[in-house]
């Protein structure tokens, strides 16, 4: 019975191993990210403009299915923007910080994919998440960055949680050259999960500020 048993599960792992099919390949994506921020009325928090970023890196789909992958990969992504608020003081001024932040991402997604609407061309809709670690951060264009209300200089870094976690909704079109190269391209868009303040809060004493990452960019790539 345990010799049938161990032919049986040895059996449906070849062909599971078989049946699935493995797809790498690069990727770039520009994209305008921005920076969601909110907190109580007497500080203002909100968000103060987009800036340019760029994302690129591996992708790899794991296809379990003919028409369903797992979707995964490590890039190198720009995410940032600009914020204001107010110290809680009678007729305080507004202060303004831009912030950009380069994180190491590691997207976590299932892929669904139609019948070819033509020869060698798919749609494809993607949904899951990305996790993501900060490795460089900048503060209005520079490594540090002195508070006006305190005169402390902090590095840009301090300002940043150290992870971040977005959803991730997308869709696209997938065209096949030939028996092993296929282009691609399409609209993506993360929607920050973390409240990413790590200053505000926690040096500043300022109670309920939120500030979170979200990012709409074009993907485009190339699967050998």
Do not use: C, W
């Not at 493995?22 to 969601?36: C, D």
């Not at 950009?100 to 899951?128: C, D, H, M, W």
């Amino acid at each position: 019975m345990k010799k049938a048993l161990f032919s049986l599960l040895a059996l449906a792992a070849s062909i599971s191993t078989a049946s699935a099919q493995v797809e790498i390949g690069l990727k770039i994506s520009p994209a305008i990210t921005s920076l969601r921020a909110d907190s109580e009325s007497k500080y203002g928090f909100a968000s103060d403009g987009s800036k340019l970023g760029f994302s690129g890196g591996l992708v790899v789909d794991y296809f379990f299915g003919e028409n369903y992958a797992f979707s995964t990969g490590l890039e190198l992504a720009g995410k940032g923007g600009s914020i204001r608020y107010k110290e809680d003081t009678p007729n305080a001024n507004f202060n303004t910080l831009k912030i950009s932040t380069q994180y190491l991402q590691l997207p976590l997604s299932v892929k669904l994919f139609t019948n070819e609407i033509a020869p060698g061309t798919r749609l494809y809709f993607q949904v899951g998440g990305s996790l993501n670690v900060p490795i460089g951060t900048r503060v209005n264009d520079g490594k540090f960055y002195k508070d006006p209300a305190t005169g402390a200089e902090n590095k840009a870094g301090d300002y940043i949680y150290f992870f971040d976690a977005d959803a991730l909704v997308g869709a696209g079109v997938e065209y096949e050259l030939g028996k092993s190269t296929k282009l691609f391209g399409g609209l993506g868009y993360h929607r920050g999960l973390v409240d990413i303040d790590h200053y505000f809060e926690s040096q500043r004493k300022f109670s309920d500020v939120t500030i979170k990452n979200s990012a709409f960019g074009l993907d485009l790539g190339i699967k050998f």
